[in-house]
């Protein structure tokens, strides 16, 4: 507990300084904000990824709501000088990918929760390669800490950031000001899953349940429907006309390596 108030106190600092940037050079539309659960909730944030910048937006939205959000970030983003100190203060959680060490970050997660804090999770686990930034086929890493803990998942749509800093690019474009829109949907229902062994196709189920809610909240917000098919980054990487799938997922990237 005294460690999630340091988090906490680090997290306030830092809001102190980004959100009246964000304040400036940029709009909000909030939506769905009755649906964020008071602090000391456990929960976990589904949402999607369509830039480098919506970590930050999408903070601003749960700060002002009342939330410090956690997220997994990759391990090589703490070793940066005074950026790695602050990401690990604010108790962002490292990822360790392709080593003995990344079941750590899920564990980490998992602990979070139970002890009643934020965590977002993006299941897509790297910015939308989708052409029109829809959200791609997840990665099972936000479904297995809500089976696991019992916890609500808050599906979250997002959308604006991209036209501030467009996908993987690293010129940011803050004038005019942009809108940025975030909306909160009711929480997934897991419920019948929550007392089955924890089987591949339970995690694909409740996977798919999540991409769908979060889906449903960016259609909201864009006023027209997603593809009937999502994007799936790894049938495109194995296909023949594949090609480059793009460059490595963004600093906030689940890390997740199974689906």
Request: charged share 25%; glycine share 10%.
């Amino acid at each position: 507990m005294a460690r999630s108030k340091q988090r906490v106190g680090a997290f306030r600092i830092v809001a102190h300084i980004v959100r009246p940037l964000l304040m400036v050079f940029t709009r909000r539309q909030w939506a769905g904000t009755e649906r964020v659960p008071p602090a000391g909730e456990g929960l976990v944030v589904a949402a999607n990824h369509i830039s480098h910048l919506d970590p930050l937006t999408l903070a601003h939205f749960f700060w002002d709501n009342g939330r410090a959000t956690r997220y997994l970030a990759k391990e090589s983003l703490f070793r940066i000088p005074v950026i790695g100190r602050i990401i690990s203060s604010c108790g962002q959680i490292p990822v360790y990918r392709g080593t003995g060490d990344a079941a750590q970050a899920y564990r980490a997660a998992v602990q979070a929760v139970r002890d009643g804090e934020c965590v977002t999770i993006y299941p897509e686990g790297t910015i939308s390669r989708d052409p029109q930034l829809w959200p791609m086929v997840g990665k099972t890493g936000a479904a297995r800490v809500a089976l696991e803990t019992g916890c609500s998942v808050l599906p979250v749509a997002q959308w604006g950031v991209q036209t501030i800093l467009a996908p993987y690019s690293k010129r940011p474009r803050l004038l005019p000001r942009k809108t940025v829109h975030v909306r909160a949907g009711a929480p997934v229902d897991l419920g019948d899953l929550r007392d089955k062994p924890v089987t591949s196709a339970v995690l694909r189920e409740a996977t798919d349940r999540i991409m769908a809610a979060v889906t449903a909240e960016l259609e909201a917000i864009r006023g027209e429907a997603a593809p009937a098919e999502r994007f799936d980054m790894r049938a495109a990487e194995e296909s023949p006309e594949g090609g480059d799938s793009g460059p490595d997922e963004g600093p906030t990237g689940s890390g997740e390596e199974s689906r």
